[in-house]
């Protein structure tokens, strides 16, 4: 069964700092890994999708790569902003389902 | 519309009552999911449709839930005989077709079960 993990659960940090999330996931087997964030009390908004063929994908000041052998993903956020302030989520999609295994979270605070 | 709606947004309920959630996604969309999110914890997956049939239902978690989507567009949740387990944000989400990859997701609708 697919386990998803994220690390930190929580991150606070100053304006401007350059910061690194992780997910790492247990089975290697996957089809694509995104990247979400989620404001409170909304839905979630896809950042960024990785397919399983891919190293990284860029949007912005948003890089996630992904290792799919060591079964790691880092979301890399540049220069942070406290409008980034949101719970990040990584979610994985298996070869052959459709359905997405999400990590728990990682909640930032990005302080003025 | 633009985006995924839900409705209701919240719903308060008793034990033991049958409620209905609903899922109007993205027009031209063929996929459509239903997840749950508890507090502090990621999405599960419940159910997923491609066109009018549930392609993946393998997330309900009993013979309570039961989802439809009888003209391939709108989607509806049915909860039979709520408990106070269930109380949850119920999100559905939608994507273009099978298999292609970004989903867009509602705002979800927030059930508590008294």
């Known amino acids: 069964k697919q386990e998803v993990t994220q690390i930190p659960a929580a991150l606070s940090v100053p304006e401007g700092e350059n910061l690194v999330l992780n997910c790492s996931f247990t089975d290697s087997a996957i089809y694509n890994l995104q990247w979400f964030r989620q404001d409170p009390g909304k839905g979630l908004t896809s950042l960024l999708l990785?397919?399983?063929?891919?190293r990284e994908q860029t949007s912005g000041r948003l890089n996630a790569s992904l290792d799919k052998s060591s079964g790691r993903s880092t979301l890399y956020i540049a220069a942070s902003q406290p409008g980034d302030s949101a719970t990040y989520l990584c979610a994985v999609t298996q070869g052959g389902s459709e359905k997405l295994v999400f990590g728990k979270g990682t909640k930032l605070t990005v302080n003025p | 519309g633009a985006g995924v709606s839900q409705t209701p947004s919240n719903k308060v309920t008793e034990k033991g009552k049958y409620v209905e959630l609903r899922c109007d996604p993205i027009?031209?969309?063929?996929?459509l999911y239903w997840y749950r999110q508890s507090l502090g914890q990621g999405p599960e997956f419940l159910i997923y449709?491609?066109?009018?049939?549930?392609?993946?239902d393998s997330g309900l978690p009993n013979d309570r839930f039961f989802a439809v989507r009888p003209e391939g567009s709108v989607s509806t949740l049915k909860i039979q005989r709520t408990e106070r387990g269930d109380s949850a944000v119920y999100l559905c989400?939608?994507?273009?077709?099978?298999?292609?990859?970004?989903?867009?997701f509602g705002e979800g609708s927030r059930l508590t079960v008294l």
């Open positions: 027009s031209g969309h063929t996929a």
């Open positions: 449709f491609q066109g009018t049939g549930a392609a993946d």
């Open positions: 990785i397919q399983s063929s891919q």
């Open positions: 989400a939608s994507s273009l077709e099978r298999g292609a990859g970004e989903l867009f």
